[in-house]
């Protein structure tokens, strides 16, 4: 983690530059700079970050972890008025009380996203295990700001001679699809409808299956201000880990949608096996895969239509069998 010891290095691999006891990096598309005073022990930020003074000293390690990635953002476009750091909620008596490390508005003054930033390692561990098992603190702190639209969980380290950071993100918007098939089906939970921590923790489990996107902040073709999801490239798939519970996961889904009988359900999850073989097979590494929803510009139809043509291309790929496939736009 980054501390102390190693405060100096990290500094000069974020590109800032030593005048004496002072190490300073500027920023000058906004006409602003960090610096950092070894005499005096203290993290400078630009004037215009409200609550700069509540976690400006070398004490807490975490500290250093929110500087580093207040310099990500800047970097990145953020301006220093639309940051403020260590944001206070008065919360009711039954609830857990707490600062948001870092706050960014958009450029009307509107909650944009929340950042809770934690040291590298166990403490990161215990956050993000935190945040999937109960929402924790980031969602007490979309309670207080209703209009966010992104819940971030930070961790950075030097290693190796770089700067490693973690940023997994929440969506805090419902999906346009959603919302439309929720007026045929009540029992489907919105966060529109979540008035409590707790309602905006089920909905997030329930309807969108605790979806946790890689970073979407600070990636190289994010752009300050302007988030979405990105379409998943075959360089970002990953392989499945036990603690995915994709097993689970699928049984949840099948349940979900009346498919009891075994043979039904295997004859299923071959075809979208199937599917993504195919797909996976023939992309490159920078091509955007076939096998996701692309969450802004899918539809249901769409997706369906999609995976019925990669069926088709499996099937004839894999097992030398032609089946029917009518495109969408056929007629």
């Not at 905006?200 to 902040?217: F, N, P, R, V």
């Not at 949840?252 to 993504?276: G, M, P, T, Y």
Request: aromatic share 12%; proline share 2%.
């Amino acid at each position: 983690m980054i501390d102390v010891s190693n405060l100096k290095d990290a500094l000069k691999t974020l590109g800032f530059v030593a005048y004496g006891d002072i190490y300073e990096k500027v920023f000058f598309e906004i006409g602003c700079s960090l610096k950092v005073d070894f005499q005096a022990k203290r993290l400078i930020y630009p004037n215009e970050i409200k609550g700069r003074e509540r976690n400006d000293g070398f004490d807490q390690k975490e500290n250093f972890v929110v500087f580093e990635c207040v310099c990500r953002l800047l970097s990145k476009g953020y301006r220093p008025e639309h940051i403020e750091l260590e944001k206070e909620w008065h919360l009711g008596h039954d609830a857990k009380g707490g600062r948001a490390d870092i706050c960014v508005s958009d450029t009307s003054g509107n909650m944009l996203f929340i950042i809770e930033c934690k040291t590298w390692g166990r403490e990161y561990d215990k956050a993000l295990n935190n945040t999937k098992s109960d929402g924790a603190q980031l969602f007490s702190y979309w309670q207080q700001e209703q209009s966010c639209k992104w819940l971030v969980l930070y961790a950075s380290d030097l290693r190796s001679g770089c700067i490693a950071y973690k940023a997994p993100t929440i969506d805090c918007s419902d999906d346009a699809n959603i919302i439309l098939l929720s007026k045929k089906d009540k029992s489907i939970k919105l966060y529109r409808d979540a008035h409590t921590t707790s309602a905006k923790y089920e909905a997030w489990k329930e309807t969108y299956g605790s979806q946790i996107h890689d970073d979407l902040i600070f990636s190289e073709d994010s752009v300050a201000y302007q988030i979405g999801v990105k379409p998943l490239r075959k360089k970002d798939l990953r392989d499945f880990t036990p603690d995915d519970k994709i097993v689970n996961k699928f049984e949840e889904i099948l349940r979900h949608n009346n498919v009891s009988d075994k043979e039904n359900a295997f004859n299923r999850l071959v075809a979208l096996f199937i599917c993504k073989l195919v797909d996976e097979s023939t992309k490159n590494e920078d091509d955007e895969v076939e096998f996701q929803y692309k969450q802004g510009t899918d539809t249901y139809e769409t997706l369906q239509d999609r995976l019925q043509r990669l069926h088709r291309d499996g099937m004839e790929k894999f097992m030398r069998e032609e089946i029917l496939y009518v495109s969408a736009d056929y007629p």
